[in-house]
């Protein structure tokens, strides 16, 4: 597992997250952001948090975990702070 994906990006109030098989979608007070990526990571929402994982046992999987992971995070900045 990814060091950066093994911390989930925590939604907070007046933020919601939208989880598809080809992508992410995060709104906020300041707008909505999409981000689209691979099936080699998985994407978890659990309450109001998010978490990731490589969906196959690849170096490339590993990598986009912890991708996805910081571009979900600055999502989130992005739609609240801006």
């Not at 990526?37 to 975990?65: I, P, Y």
């Amino acid at each position: 597992m990814s060091r950066i994906a093994k911390y989930p990006v925590l939604l907070p109030q007046g933020v919601e997250a939208t989880v598809s098989p080809e992508g992410l979608s995060i709104r906020g007070p300041l707008g909505t952001l999409t981000q689209k990526f691979d099936g080699s990571v998985k994407v978890l929402k659990e309450g109001n948090q998010l978490s990731f994982a490589a969906a196959d046992v690849t170096d490339h999987a590993n990598a986009m975990s912890g991708t996805i992971r910081a571009l979900a995070a600055n999502m989130v900045v992005g739609v609240t702070k801006g």
